[in-house]
C-alpha cells in the first residue's frame, strides 16, 4: 500500500487548466482516468488527509504509485481524450457500465450488393444500418416475420444465397412469397435495394405515408375489378398493423429522443436508457457499475453519454437527449453530443407532460434493475470471496489468492502437444489474460517435463519484464533475478526480445497484441498469488522446481488432481482434501476446467490445421488463389500430380517456372496414406488424399477406437 505523499506532485508543478490525469501502480498500469476544468483544483482533492476521502478513493489512491496528466485546450477536448484513455486503458477504478446482456439489434447490411435483414449482436459495423436495441432476439424475428410479407429482402445467409444461386432454385422463402428471391434473379438489384429502403424506412418511424400509399393502392385496385390483389394489399396493411401495434405509441408528436433514468445507492448504480423513434418505444437496455468513488447522478449520467454515444455518429445519436439530471457542466457535453450527430442536440430534463411520465416509467424500470442485480450481486460476491478465503487457509497462504493461473497440458497419444494458462482474478475468468504455449523442448508424451518447461517459459518472461521495467530490488537478489531474466528460449533467443515471444510459442487470445509502454497490460508482467497445476503430485513437484530454478519463491503452487479432486501442494506426501460442499474446491474444479477446455480447444485447432495441409502448401510463392484454382482445373491433387509441366501452364494464372517448382514439390512429396472407414474397415479412396471426415468435426480424422476409447487417449 502506497503512500500519496510519497508520489504528490511538487506546489506549482500543476498547471491551472484544463487537462485530463491518470493515476498508475506500481506495475505502471493505468488504474484511474479522470478529467478537470483546473488539474491543480481537481488534483489537490486526492492528497489531503486518507480519513477525509471517500473509501473507494482512499483505496484507489493508495494502490497508484504515480500521477501524470495531459493539458488540453477546452472542456471538450478533455470529455473526449478521457473517454478515448478510458476505453483504451480499462482502468479498474473508473466506472464502466456493464450490459446486463448483450442486447440484440435488428440490421440491414446495406454494404452489401443484396441487402439482408438479420439479428446482429456486439460492435456495430461500418455500412450496415441497425434499430433497436430489442429485449429479445424472438421480438425481432416476430417483427421481420410479418414485414416479410410487405417487404420481401433477403434474410439467407452468404452460404445459402450461393447455393441458391448455383443450383437455380430459391429457398422456401422464395416459394411462399416472403423472398424476392434475388439469387436466382426474381428481381434486379436496385430494385431490391429499393425494397431495403422502404424496409428501412418503415422501421425508422416513417410509416404513415406507406400505410396510405398501401390503403390507396388497395382502393384502386378493388375499384378495377382486381379483388386478388386488393385482398393481398388488404392483408399486408393488417400485417404493418400488427407490427407496429408492438411498440405503442408513448409519444404524441413523433419525437425522436433516448431517456436515461438512474437508480442508485452508495456501492452501485442501475442505469435504464428507452429509445424512442416516431414517437414509439424502438429499444431498451440497461447497465450496472460499481461506483468506485464518491459521483454525483449528473457525473453517472455523464458516463453513460460517453459509453452510449462514444462510438455513435449521425441519427444514431438522437436530437433529444432527457436525463434525471444534467453533467456539471452541462455545456461541454452538450457540446460533445452536437458533433457526433452534425446538428443540435437538446439535452435536459423533463418537467411536465408525456415525457416526464415516461422518465417515471424508465425509473422504475432502473430501480428494478438495481433491486435483481444486487440480489444475484450479493450471492455472487459472498460465494466468491468465502471461496478465496477457503482457499487461503486450506493452502496456509497470507492472503486470499485474488490472482490465480492454471495449467494444463492436451495432446492426442503425445502428438501435437500444448499447453493453456488460464487467469481468474476476484474469483472471475479474465479471458484477455489467457495464454497459450506450443512445447517445443521436446518431441512425445511427457505431462511432468511439458509443465516444467511452460511454467518455466511463463515465469522467465514475467523476470524479463521485470529486468526491462526497472521493477528490481537493490542488491543480491536484483542480480540473481536479472541473471534468471537474461536466460534463452529453447532455440537460443533472448527472451527479453518481443518478437521472440510469438515465435517462442506463446499467443496472444480474444484480442490483438497490446504495446508494453503506456500502461497497457504487458505479456506475462503481473505476477499471481497462485499457480495452480492440472495434475497430481508429479505435476506439482515441476511445477514448484521451475520456480526454484528461477529464483521466485513469494508465489504458491497447488495441483488438482482429476480423479479425487485431491489438492497436491510441493513436497507433501499426502494431498489437500477439501469438502465436496467446499465453495474453495467448487472455485478450483472452475478454474481446472477452463484451462481444460481451452487447452483442448487449442489441440483440437492445431491438429485440425495439420491434417488439412496439403503438399501445394510447401510450393514457395504460390498463394491460395493459385492454388484452388490448380485444385480446381485437376480436380485433385491426385490428378494434379500425376499432370505434365505444359498441363500445369494451362491452368491460368501459372507461369512455366511456376509449373515447375509446383511439379517438382509434388514429386518430392509422399501421398498420403489412403483413409479407413473406422466402423467398416473399408479403404476409402478419397482423389484429393485427404483424410476422410465426419460432419461433428469438419476436416479432422477419426481415432480408432470406441468414443470411450478415444476420449481417454485425448488429454
Known amino acids: 500500500m502506497a503512500d500519496p505523499s510519497s508520489y504528490r506532485p511538487r506546489p506549482g508543478e500543476i498547471p491551472d487548466s484544463p487537462g485530463v490525469y491518470r493515476f498508475r501502480d506500481e506495475h505502471r498500469r493505468v488504474i484511474y482516468v479522470g478529467k478537470a476544468k483546473s488539474l491543480r483544483q481537481r488534483l489537490a482533492n486526492y492528497f489531503q488527509d486518507l480519513a477525509n476521502l471517500h473509501p473507494r478513493t482512499r483505496t484507489m489512491v493508495t494502490t497508484a504509485a504515480s500521477v501524470e496528466w495531459t493539458v488540453v ?18 482502468p479498474r477504478f473508473n466506472v464502466k457500465y456493464r450490459d446486463d446482456k448483450s442486447y440484440p439489434y435488428l440490421a440491414v447490411t446495406m454494404n452489401e450488393e443484396f441487402p439482408r435483414v438479420q439479428v446482429m449482436r456486439g460492435h456495430k459495423k461500418k455500412g450496415v444500418r441497425y434499430f433497436g436495441p430489442y429485449g429479445h432476439a ?15 429482402v433477403r434474410t439467407c445467409s452468404a452460404g445459402v444465397f450461393k447455393n441458391a444461386a448455383r443450383t437455380g432454385r430459391p429457398c422456401l422463402l422464395g416459394y411462399i412469397g416472403k423472398c424476392s428471391a434475388p439469387c436466382v434473379e426474381r428481381i434486379a ?8 429502403e422502404e424496409f428501412c424506412d418503415f422501421m425508422a418511424g416513417r410509416t404513415g405515408t406507406y400505410l396510405r400509399r398501401l390503403e390507396r393502392q388497395m382502393a384502386d385496385a378493388a375499384e378495377d375489378m382486381e379483388y386478388e390483389r386488393a385482398a393481398r394489399l388488404r392483408d399486408d396493411i393488417g400485417a404493418l398493423k400488427k407490427a407496429m401495434e408492438k411498440s405503442a405509441v408513448v409519444l404524441a408528436d413523433a419525437t425522436d429522443a433516448d431517456l436515461i433514468a438512474v437508480a442508485e445507492d452508495e456501492l452501485e448504480a442501475a442505469v435504464q436508457i428507452f429509445h424512442v423513434r416516431g414517437g414509439r418505444v424502438r429499444g431498451q437496455r440497461g447497465w450496472v457499475t460499481d461506483k468506485v468513488e464518491e459521483i454525483t447522478t449528473g457525473a453517472l449520467v455523464e458516463h453513460a453519454l460517453q459509453q452510449l454515444y462514444g462510438e455513435e455518429t449521425g441519427d444514431a445519436v438522437p436530437k433529444e437527449v432527457l436525463v434525471p439530471a444534467l453533467p456539471d457542466p452541462v455545456e461541454p457535453v452538450q457540446q460533445w453530443l452536437t458533433e457526433r450527430r452534425g446538428s443540435g442536440v437538446s439535452l435536459r430534463i423533463p418537467q411536465r407532460g408525456d415525457k416526464k411520465a415516461l422518465m417515471e416509467t424508465v425509473q422504475r424500470n432502473a430501480q428494478q434493475a438495481l433491486v435483481l442485480h444486487k440480489t444475484k450481486r450479493a450471492s455472487d460476491l459472498t460465494t466468491r470471496s468465502r471461496a478465496l478465503e477457503e482457499i487461503a487457509e486450506a493452502l496456509d497462504l497470507d492472503s486470499a489468492p485474488l490472482r490465480i493461473e492454471c495449467y494444463d497440458i492436451s495432446h492426442l497419444q503425445g502428438d501435437d502437444v500444448v499447453a493453456s494458462m488460464v487467469v481468474f482474478e476476484d474469483g472471475l475468468a479474465r479471458k484477455s489474460e489467457y495464454r497459450r504455449f506450443q512445447i517445443k523442448g521436446f518431441a512425445g508424451q511427457d505431462d511432468v517435463r511439458s509443465m516444467h518447461e511452460v511454467i518455466t517459459r511463463r515465469f522467465r518472461r514475467y523476470l524479463a519484464e521485470k529486468e526491462r521495467t526497472g521493477e528490481w530490488a537493490d542488491g543480491p537478489d536484483a542480480d540473481a533475478a536479472e541473471a534468471a531474466g537474461a536466460e534463452k528460449g529453447a532455440d537460443g533467443r533472448s527472451l527479453t526480445d518481443g518478437p521472440a515471444a510469438q515465435a517462442d510459442g506463446e499467443a496472444l487470445v480474444d484480442g490483438p497484441a497490446l504495446k508494453d509502454d503506456d500502461g497497457r497490460p504487458r505479456r506475462f508482467a503481473y505476477p499471481p498469488q497462485l499457480v495452480v497445476v492440472d495434475g497430481g503430485q508429479p505435476q506439482v513437484a515441476a511445477a514448484q522446481r521451475a520456480l526454484d530454478e528461477l529464483g521466485i519463491d513469494d508465489i504458491a503452487v497447488c495441483g488438482l488432481a482429476k480423479r479425487l479432486e485431491e489438492v497436491w501442494l510441493p513436497g507433501d506426501d499426502d494431498p489437500v482434501v477439501l469438502p465436496r460442499t467446499s465453495e474453495g474446491l467448487y472455485l478450483l474444479q472452475r478454474v481446472r476446467d477452463e484451462a481444460h477446455r481451452f487447452a483442448i480447444t487449442y489441440q483440437r485447432a492445431k491438429r485440425a490445421k495439420r491434417f488439412r495441409s496439403s503438399p501445394l502448401d510447401d510450393v514457395p510463392g504460390l498463394g491460395e488463389t493459385r492454388k484452388q484454382a490448380l485444385i480446381k482445373h485437376f480436380g485433385s491433387v491426385k490428378k494434379l500430380r500425376s ?3 505444359d498441363q500445369i501452364c494451362e491452368v491460368p494464372g501459372i507461369g512455366r517456372k511456376t509449373a515447375e517448382t509446383v511439379a517438382v514439390a509434388l514429386a518430392r512429396a509422399t501421398p498420403a496414406a489412403p483413409a479407413v472407414n473406422t466402423a467398416t474397415g473399408e479403404i476409402m479412396d478419397d482423389e484429393d488424399g485427404a483424410p476422410e471426415t465426419t460432419a461433428d468435426a469438419p476436416g479432422e480424422p477419426v481415432p480408432a477406437g470406441t468414443p470411450d476409447e478415444r476420449r481417454g487417449q485425448e488429454r
Open 189 to 196: 438489384p436496385e430494385d431490391h435495394r429499393e425494397l431495403a
Open 138 to 152: 424472438w421480438a425481432i424475428r416476430d417483427t421481420v416475420d410479418l414485414l416479410l410479407r410487405v417487404f420481401p
Open 643 to 645: 499432370a505434365t509441366i
Open 73 to 90: 485546450s477546452t472542456e471538450v477536448e478533455a470529455l473526449q481524450l478521457e473517454y478515448s484513455w478510458i476505453k483504451e486503458y480499462d
